[in-house]
């Protein structure tokens, strides 16, 4: 997205750029001027992420044009062996996170993507 002209980019997810590669690549984006915020966050929930766009708003972050929701909580199990909390946890961050996403952001979005894959679910 960088390389198509964009200059601010929120990045979510639950466990916030712990990696070393994830670290590297904020490193890289902010020296091409990319404005980058990259917390620690659930997205699934609806108060929470309301919170962050209001911050956002207010700290003079543009308008969101666009989301990529790539929502993910690996339940590692062959079907036949996967508990319900196990299948809750990973549906709650596919379903909740896309539903949320799609109530708070602005309407005219220039793009709405949500990416998934069966196996990230039933393993």
């Not at 964009?6 to 979510?12: D, E, N, Q, S």
Request: glycine letters at 4%; hydrophobic letters at 50%; aromatic letters at 8%.
């Amino acid at each position: 997205m960088a390389d198509c002209g964009a200059k601010y980019l929120i990045v979510l997810s639950q466990s916030g750029a712990v990696s070393k590669a994830a670290n590297d690549t904020l490193i890289e984006l902010k020296a091409r001027s990319v404005s980058i915020f990259a917390p620690k966050f659930d997205v699934a929930s609806e108060l929470a992420l309301l919170k962050m766009l209001d911050e956002c708003a207010c700290t003079g972050v543009p308008p969101i044009k666009g989301c990529i929701d790539v929502a993910l909580v690996l339940q590692d199990a062959m079907f036949e062996n996967i508990t319900l909390d196990q299948w809750d946890a990973a549906i709650k961050a596919k379903v909740y996170t896309a539903w949320n996403l799609h109530s708070l952001l602005l309407k005219d979005l220039d793009f709405f993507i949500l990416l998934s894959s069966l196996a990230g679910i039933v393993g």
